[in-house]
């Protein structure tokens, strides 16, 4: 009797929804930190594009219009060297056009580096080998905040043949790990506030409530307020003035304990069913079947016997053949309060994810489950 317990839960399914349970109840028995629930208002990264160029690749590059050579032509005039972009056309498959972009945090000063990342715009077939060279990288405001320049990395490659070709990865993107100087910050005072707000990454009503709690009852003092699901209001107590630093770091230690909403993520792409703590199904009667139709093609090569007359030809005669099969369903009580319960209940019907996703969505259409599902 144990050897049967034993092999069941080590089974693979059984054992990936074990994990499964095990994750879930896991992570809802621990407090997070405030740090890794929510971020500052204000402190975030900036979002920093250029147009560059990339040279010395090895036949590689941009082929075809001369949009994709004036660019060249503007970069050898700057140098001194007056060209024609019509001259170009045709000749240069060593450049490639790209678009290059960065994040930029906030108070990094200049002279840091950044990584960057770059990518073809145009009809390139591979940026390996390639080297960027200078780009000033914009914000918004049209404000020059960088400049990259530097060899590409790929992280793969690309060897081909006359009848054959072998690729790794993807070729016309790729990173220049700290490729951007840094040229202009961002600055954002922070010890000259006396209120901050901090955002939370899931907006819920009882988390914000509960991280406001959570900040008054440490520095003992109404000063943290749930503006809404997403935010919250924090004045900055008297004693940390011109020290705001110090006190975001004391805010952001603070032990929460989240509340998650019931909720169940399905991604029909791969077949992957994940399954909240706080999912709970109806008493239901359920029966799934499954119906498959194979089809199966065997051409037959029918030759005209000896003697035939000359309008005979040798024949391919299709050859098809059809079956169907249903499989049996009985129905079969499912109901869950906790979600080791649930999954118990859905393994008794035997259902592979794929048939698991379907029965989850008729479970919502009848009113069983409570939980929203959420279908990515």
């Known amino acids: 009797m144990i050897d049967k317990i034993i092999k069941s839960i080590f089974s693979p399914i059984n054992l990936t929804i074990t994990i499964l349970i095990i994750l879930l109840f ?110 000033p990288l914009t914000g918004p405001d049209g404000e020059v905040y960088a400049l990259a320049q530097g060899p590409i990395s790929i992280g793969g490659f690309i060897v081909a043949g006359r009848g054959a070709r072998a690729i790794k990865n993807h070729q016309n993107a790729g990173s220049i790990p700290e490729g951007a100087i840094v040229e202009k910050t961002v600055p954002v005072n922070l010890n000259a506030k006396n209120e901050l707000q901090l955002l939370l990454q899931f907006p819920d009503i009882t988390t914000a409530t509960t991280v406001a709690d959570k900040i008054n009852q440490t520095f003992q003092s109404g000063v943290a307020k749930a503006i809404d699901s997403s935010t919250i209001s924090v004045n900055v107590p008297p004693r940390y003035r011109g020290s705001v630093l110090d006190f975001m770091t004391e805010v952001e230690k603070i032990d ?79 109901e869950g309060s906790t979600v080791g319960e649930l999954v118990n209940a859905l393994n008794t019907l035997g259902v592979t994810p794929k048939d698991l996703i379907s029965i989850l969505q008729a479970l919502k259409t009848a009113g069983a489950l409570k939980a929203d599902l959420v279908i990515m």
Do not use: C
């Open 256 to 334: 929460v304990v989240t509340d998650q909403p019931a909720r169940v993520v399905i991604n029909e792409r791969t077949g992957t069913v994940v399954i909240g703590s706080h999912v709970k199904i109806a008493s239901t009667a359920l029966a799934h079947g499954g119906l498959t139709i194979t089809i199966k093609e065997t051409p037959e090569v029918v030759q005209p016997p000896p003697l035939a007359p000359e309008r005979a030809r040798t024949e391919i005669v299709p050859r098809t053949e059809v079956t169907v099969e249903e499989k049996k369903a009985s129905l079969v009580e499912v």
């Open 26 to 135: 896991t992570t809802s028995a621990f407090a997070e930190r405030i740090k890794d629930i929510a971020n500052w208002a204000g402190v975030r990264e900036n979002e920093l594009v250029g147009f560059g160029l990339v040279v010395g690749l090895n036949g590689t590059g941009d082929k075809d219009g001369t949009y994709f050579y004036q660019p060249i032509v503007n970069m050898m005039k700057r140098m001194g060297i007056t060209l024609n972009a019509r001259d170009l056309k045709g000749k240069v498959k060593n450049v490639a056009a790209v678009m290059v972009t960065a994040k930029l945090p906030t108070n990094v000063k200049p002279g840091s580096k950044i990584d960057v990342q770059v990518s073809s715009i145009g009809d390139a077939k591979s940026l390996q080998g390639g080297t960027l060279l200078m780009t």
